[in-house]
């Protein structure tokens, strides 16, 4: 059913991260404009690519092209991006990964929730699988206790009506968010030290704690072909995983819950070492061990420079 609303049409700024991937944002960017409707204003942040990117995406008529020297990572990219949006009046910030695709009535229902609840700061949509189809990847999260880690509700079922009523839900994820203008002014912006993954959880989790909702919205849909930035590195990918999680734990875990943290800690650490030695992978158990001490080391950063 087509979203319908009397109110008038917000300004949508909708940010693009690209790294070495051209060929995925032009995609990306053909479907954005058939599809969307309303026509978001459109940001597309070179994260310090070293292919053609900037030479195939420069020229582009219709969007913004902001080239930038080096990689800053998923949050300081695009950051870069959200703070050009803000600057130009936009009243929500629409995050898309380019790896993404979309019919055209994706962007308009992710409104909705913003009129329903007065408190609302995030939407996200019903995200698939592009393989295996019709699989969910995303329809909500969960923060799991004492750790706060982020669970995706839904991962690998089947995509079925169970998971299409709109509800309030712990976190949205970066590979599609919109997020309300004021939420912006009232937390900052991503924290450009998780570099890549956990950024949006602890975003989410900042929201919720100054006070907004956030909304998951299966009435909007999108297929993700997922992690394709990291999905030729797995053991790139674990030590980035393992390096932000360490540091969204020492960002957040306070009081009583710190000595039951530290003991599920040593528990993962010895149940991933010895999971390596069973299953021959030690290299991605290198990986994880890299990463854990990579966020402990890069943890420091959170009492020299809170956010």
Excluded at 44 to 65: C, K
């Amino acid at each position: 059913m087509e979203y319908v609303t009397n109110q008038p049409v917000p300004k949508v700024g909708l940010i693009i991260l690209n790294w070495n991937n051209w060929q995925e944002t032009l995609r990306c960017l053909e479907y954005i404009h058939t599809c969307l409707n309303p026509s978001p204003e459109i940001w597309v942040v070179d994260n310090g690519s070293q292919d053609e990117s900037v030479a195939r995406l420069s020229g582009i008529i219709g969007i913004h092209f902001l080239p930038l020297d080096g990689n800053l990572g998923f949050a300081g990219g695009n950051n870069i991006g959200i703070q050009a949006a803000l600057e130009q009046n936009c009243d929500f910030i629409l995050l898309l990964n380019n790896d993404t695709e979309f019919s055209d009535d994706f962007l308009r229902p992710l409104l909705e929730p913003f009129e329903l609840d007065p408190h609302a700061g995030i939407t996200c949509p019903k995200i698939l699988y592009q393989e295996p189809q019709h699989t969910i990847w995303y329809a909500g999260g969960r923060f799991r206790q004492p750790r706060i880690l982020g669970e995706l509700v839904g991962m690998g079922t089947p995509n079925q009506h169970h998971d299409d009523q709109m509800r309030t839900t712990d976190f949205a994820v970066g590979t599609c968010m919109l997020i309300k203008r004021d939420v912006f002014t009232r937390i900052g912006m991503l924290d450009d030290r998780f570099f890549f993954f956990h950024e949006d959880v602890d975003f989410s989790y900042r929201a919720n704690q100054a006070g907004f909702t956030i909304w998951y919205q299966p009435k909007s849909t999108i297929i993700h072909r997922v992690s394709a930035s990291t999905s030729n590195r797995p053991d790139q990918r674990v030590y980035l995983y393992e390096r932000a999680r360490i540091v969204f734990l020492l960002k957040h875990i306070r009081g009583f819950k710190i000595p039951l943290v530290i003991m599920m800690e040593i528990i993962r650490f010895f149940r991933a070492v010895i999971n390596g030695i069973i299953h021959q992978q030690m290299r991605l158990t290198h990986s994880y061990i890299k990463g854990l001490f990579a966020g402990l080391k890069d943890s420091r950063l959170i009492f020299l420079k809170p956010k």
